[in-house]
């Protein structure tokens, strides 16, 4: 029999081991609302399989009926290994009978060239892609699950929810850790398309506690250089004085304002987390929603 303490210990571990599974589940990019939209992606390319299997070439004409093999903004389409669209359920039907392989989404990428690289070495996987949201007028990220049954593949994809504030927080500490490691240089990264600190309506922005100027703004670099003390929400509100007062007070904190979302350029709620970093606030926020 193990020792009092051994099982006390493990015991212990365990629970800790509990509490962190369930906090990292919590906290998780996406959070519930993405959980929910992987469930039923997966739940319709299940049914899609089964109907595929039984049918045969059959299941291609129904996987185009409108409601067949739809689960609100979810839907099936088929490619088969060359690259020709045989059939879909979707926005993308109209491209039936044509060849996709070479086609790119709104950021230049080739997404269906890796459906079907990936489809040739393993059965499943998933691609991320832009790609035209009717309900929104607007191209945004999309995730594709797709599934190699014989010499068909299918495939559902889900637009990915609203950035949360869990994934600003995420961005708000690389890029506080980018700023302790290579100081003022890394301005030039939280300002770049490319420096991995914009992410649609997602980005960085500093500002002096001090001299309360602007020297990162990821979502308007025009602001650089600009004093904000002064600037005030849709609301009237001081609000990059608040988080200065915050960052000095208690060194982080959340502060919400109403503020333009340049993914929509509409005036949204915004709720932001700010980290003082030295003589710097730096913060990111995550829109929730249009001001009523």
């Known amino acids: 029999m193990a020792p009092l303490r051994t099982l006390i210990l493990a015991a212990v571990l365990g629970i800790a081991l509990n509490t962190m599974s369930i906090h990292a589940e919590n906290t998780a990019p996406g959070g519930e609302q993405e959980r929910t939209a992987i469930a039923r992606t997966q739940a319709l390319l299940d049914r899609a399989e089964r109907h595929l299997r039984d049918k045969g070439e059959h299941a291609l004409a129904t996987f185009s009926q409108a409601g067949a093999f739809q689960d609100g903004d979810l839907y099936v389409y088929v490619l088969d290994t060359d690259g020709k669209l045989i059939a879909s359920g979707g926005s993308s ?119 309360e100027l602007v020297y990162a703004h990821g979502g308007s670099p025009r602001q650089v250089g600009r004093k904000a003390g002064e600037l005030v929400d849709a609301k009237g509100k001081y609000f990059i004085r608040e988080m200065i007062a915050l960052a000095r007070s208690k060194g982080e904190g959340d502060v919400r304002y109403a503020w333009r979302n340049p993914a929509n350029l509409k005036v949204e709620n915004k709720h932001s987390y700010v980290v003082r970093v030295g003589k710097y606030l730096v913060g990111a926020g995550a829109y929730a929603g249009p001001v009523r």
């Open 93 to 211: 039907s109209a491209l039936i009978g044509r060849n996709v392989r070479d086609m790119t989404d709104s950021d230049g990428r080739f997404f269906f060239r890796e459906m079907l690289g990936g489809a040739k070495t393993a059965r499943t996987g998933t691609v991320e892609y832009r790609w035209y949201n009717p309900v929104h007028n607007r191209a945004e990220p999309k995730i594709a699950t797709y599934r190699a049954v014989g010499d068909r593949i299918l495939v559902v994809g889900y637009y990915t929810p609203n950035a949360s504030i869990e994934l600003a927080k995420s961005m708000l500490w690389r890029a506080v850790h980018e700023l302790k490691v290579h100081g003022d240089h890394a301005f030039e990264r939280f300002n770049s398309l490319n420096g991995g600190f914009v992410q649609d309506d997602l980005y960085v922005f500093v500002v002096g506690l001090e001299d």
